[in-house]
């Protein structure tokens, strides 16, 4: 080989290394999507392994400035103008520093410079070397709210199931003490009934709104067909609303399907039409429709009833809220029903909506996406 080709070979590969080197770059600086700093001095497996964390990742020089953070450090809000944000983060790197121990603790702190959100961080900071501190953190927010949720639970069903166990005790003792009377032992035993039937649609409704909140809860997935879920459930609810005088009315765009569980939706429509019925005076009508909406199947309940003010409509699909306490005394609701409809319309990919007035009734919409006309029951292709 001549000079002039040696020359040429020796270009061509060093503009591959620097191509390849520009490139490796750019793919990481996109990755992070923040521009960072690597100092020479910081081991490049360190580097490498930061990389791969999930956790938000901060490097901290001698000086505490920032030398190197991930996205995830800027997003939660750990780090700002190249430095630490929160004074309790810092208070734990002066003592990492000054004791040489792995801190560890978890820290509630402001997302942001502005505005009342926060966020539960695990903070972990420990020595890289003699000069820098490395600190980790973990998003734990959710996780917390998750906790919160089960704990306010359990507390609500110890609540609820005290008030009918409570009553059958009283019930069963003024019984006993009336016994040589048969029209008060009758009066008593009926309401001991009323009680008994209150607890166990408690308990059916708390076992299956734990159920619906496991995920995967929908297990028999399939081609439904929506006019058999609305049929079967008005056949349900039709009984209690002739009970009260009310006219079910039911009609909307046959031949709809969705995918799902045909007994959850079922669950889902007569919840909304027991919700209609109790909050519904006698001489009224109850509208039960279904109808195409685009990709969506729209299942429309529209009541008479009493309607629920803005500012409750909010926390309507809340566990054990209940916009009359009194009411659902009376009728027997638990509280749980709406929350079981907003559960079920997400697992199956939807969600139920409100419009409401005081006086002027209620209407909720059940909005689960359409399965098509091109798809086909088991049933059908066998």
Do not use: C
């Amino acid at each position: 080989m001549d000079g002039y080709s040696i020359i040429v070979a020796g270009l061509l590969g060093l503009m591959t290394g620097v191509l390849a080197t520009l490139a490796f770059r750019m793919s990481e600086r996109e990755q992070r999507s923040v521009p960072v700093r690597v100092p020479p001095e910081i081991d490049p497996g360190v580097v490498r392994v930061l990389a791969v964390l999930r956790s938000a990742a901060v490097v901290l020089g001698a000086d505490d400035r920032v030398v190197r953070a991930s996205a995830q450090a800027y997003a939660l809000g750990i780090v700002r103008t190249d430095a630490v944000a929160h004074p309790a983060i810092q208070d734990m790197v002066d003592a990492v520093r000054r004791d040489g121990v792995i801190a560890d603790e978890e820290l509630e702190l402001p997302r942001g410079p502005i505005g009342r959100g926060r966020v539960m961080v695990q903070v972990r900071v420990a020595r890289l070397d003699s000069d820098h501190v490395v600190v980790l953190g973990e998003d734990r927010t959710e996780a917390r709210r998750v906790e919160a949720i089960r704990r306010d639970f359990a507390v609500n069903v110890s609540h609820e199931l005290k008030t009918p166990v409570g009553a059958i005790s009283l019930l069963a003792e003024t019984m006993q003490d009336a016994a040589d009377d048969p029209e008060a032992v009758r009066h008593f035993a009926g309401r001991m009934q009323q009680e008994s039937t209150r607890l166990g649609a408690l308990v059916h409704e708390i076992i299956e709104l734990s159920r619906l909140q496991v995920a995967g809860a929908l297990t028999e997935i399939g081609v439904i067909e929506v006019d058999e879920v609305v049929a079967e459930a008005a056949d349900r609810a039709r009984v209690v609303a002739q009970a009260k005088e009310i006219t079910l009315d039911v009609g909307g765009e046959p031949g709809l399907r969705v995918f799902g569980d045909h007994a959850l939706l079922v669950t889902a429509v007569r919840n909304l039409l027991d919700n209609a019925v109790a909050y519904s005076g006698s001489n009224t009508r109850i509208g039960l429709g279904v109808r195409s909406a685009g990709d969506l199947v729209e299942i429309v309940v529209v009541d008479q009833g009493i309607g629920i003010d803005a500012s409750q409509q909010a926390r309507i699909f809340e566990r054990f809220y209940r916009v009359d306490p009194a009411r659902s005394r009376d009728t027997g609701g638990t509280g749980l029903g709406l929350s079981i409809v907003k559960h079920i319309a997400s697992d199956h990919g939807g969600d139920v909506r409100i419009w409401s007035e005081p006086g002027r009734g209620s209407t909720f919409t059940l909005r689960i996406p359409s399965a098509g006309a091109e798809h086909t029951s088991p049933e059908e292709d066998a």
